[in-house]
């Protein structure tokens, strides 16, 4: 395999830089301000986006499981790797960051919204995935059983949403609630889609360097077999 | 389809066997599950309202910690002189040895459940439980095992494998326990048990999806 990073991703990686940039600049610049919480708000557009490209990047890693448990291919299992890897950094620091913005709005760094409580359970779920890998030395028997038990977790999130949900939420619903404090003027909207979308190509451009240095790696394991065969 | 019976049926009477000779599952896990039942004793406020409030949660809790030591070694016992080796050689389906382990692990988990209730009840001067209470133990109980042995068997290949069972599955199996102790408190607070039926229904959804992801994923799991 070529260590050179692809040309491709190389402005990949560029061009979703100048976009975060760009999307800074209209957070902070071109966005109003919210007329109740004030600057604090502006953590929102991050931590939406943050939050979004967890999710997602949880459901490609079942996605890739789904497909690598049917046709064995490695590619899957470095993408659900990765998903999994990149998608826990993303829902981390979206946890971090609706915490620090619960703590003025609130008043408390955490409460036991159905929402906060599914997200942290996730995050478990899906660093029991990381130690469950590390633990396996076969590369074979690794592969499936951490697909299975990466679509057995994506299961399991939906499952626990809605077996805490009774709990009365006091999270804002952004898109398409009733929250009469959450109401967004049309520009905070578009700056949010926008945000989510940059940060959108920005995982995307991670993604590929992740599962780069997943291929890499594989790659080192075969030449130390085939080194030690030629040894032997 | 009779023949998949008996190799059940045959496989749990091994596993009995082997528990009746050795006492490793059963009588660990209820020796573990007093141990805690009297540490909480310490724990507890003497307050009889206060712990009636929380006797649900509280039980499940001695459950699910006790039930943890009988998943390790449900599993465990076959990976000793390499038996899954032979298990698995043997012309039996996969499900069939599934299903054997979670039965198994039911039949433990349910009958520490029955023991560990009135215990409970008597020790911490809380209301009797009423025989409802035994429909959602069962239902509760076989999510838990049903899952358990799922992921039992995913950590048993894995170089830290007890300790690796409860942060791979107490996560997951959340939801299942989240239902099973609000019925529960419900049971005990002397709700009518028509208007708990939803919950149960929602046991039993959780009961039949961790069952059907045992099935199809034990076989991929233990397979060369």
Redesign the interface.
Known sequence: MNMQIPKKLKILDWFSFFLILFTCWLIFYKTPVEMNMGLVQKIFYFHVAYAWIGMVSFLVAAISAIIFLRKGLFIYDAVTESAVEIGLVFTLIAIITGSIWARPIWNTWWTWDPRLTTTSIMALIYAGYLFLRGSLDNPEKRRKITSIYSIIGCLSVPLTFFSIRGVRSIHPVVFGGDTPDFNMDSQMLRTMLIAIAVFSIFYIAVMWHRIRLAELKEEIEQLKLTSEEDHD | MKSTFQTIRALIRKDMQIESHTREIFTVMLVFALSILFILNFALEQNVKVRTGSAAGLIWIILILAGQLGLNQIMGIEKQGNMIEALLASPVPRSAIYLSKTISAFVFMFLMALIIHPLYCIFYNVPMISPDFILVSALGCWGYAA?GV??SA??I????RDI?LP??FY??I???V??TV?VTGSILSGENFSSLLSSLY?ILA?DV?FTA?GIL?FE??VED
């Open positions: 899952l799922l992921i995913m950590t290949q894995t170089r830290t690796l942060v791979l996560p997951l959340i939801p299942l989240v239902t609000k929602q959780f999806i992801s994923g991929l799991i």
